[in-house]
């Protein structure tokens, strides 16, 4: 069983920044594709990056592309996303979420889910 553990979150001024982390369990992790997803209330949950299994592939959703980084370090097995420039709207709980593939953009691929972290960006 994978359990996926978020850190970092928390509240912050608009243009500041956060460091999320997520720390896994699964002992295969160096081979998951890993990924950051966000919910605000009200609204779906929407695919924020993702990161390949070597940290060698990345994507990010437009809303986020140029402000977050998506790494990882498999030694920890931990995964990364920088936040900066932060912007009211990027308030949402935060999830991390691991798949099965080497790497993966689609949503339905991911299997495993941590149990999220509140950011909150205040204007």
């Known amino acids: 069983q994978v359990q996926l553990v978020e850190s970092g979150g928390g509240l912050v001024q608009a243009g500041g920044s956060l460091r999320l982390s997520c720390a896994a369990s699964?002992?295969?992790?160096?081979?998951?594709?890993m990924g950051w997803f966000r919910q605000a209330p009200g609204k779906e949950r929407d695919l924020v990056a993702t990161?390949?299994?070597?940290?060698?592939?990345?994507y990010y959703a437009d809303f986020v592309k140029g402000r977050f980084t998506i790494s990882r370090d498999n030694a920890k097995k931990t995964v990364y996303l920088q936040m900066n420039s932060l912007k009211p709207e990027d308030t949402a709980v935060y999830y991390c979420?691991?798949?099965?593939?080497?790497?993966?953009?689609?949503?339905?691929?991911?299997?495993?889910w941590g149990q999220g972290t509140q950011v909150t960006v205040s204007s």
């Open positions: 990161i390949s299994w070597s940290g060698g592939n990345t």
């Open positions: 699964r002992r295969t992790f160096s081979r998951d594709g």
């Open positions: 979420a691991a798949t099965g593939r080497l790497y993966s953009r689609d949503y339905v691929d991911y299997n495993y």
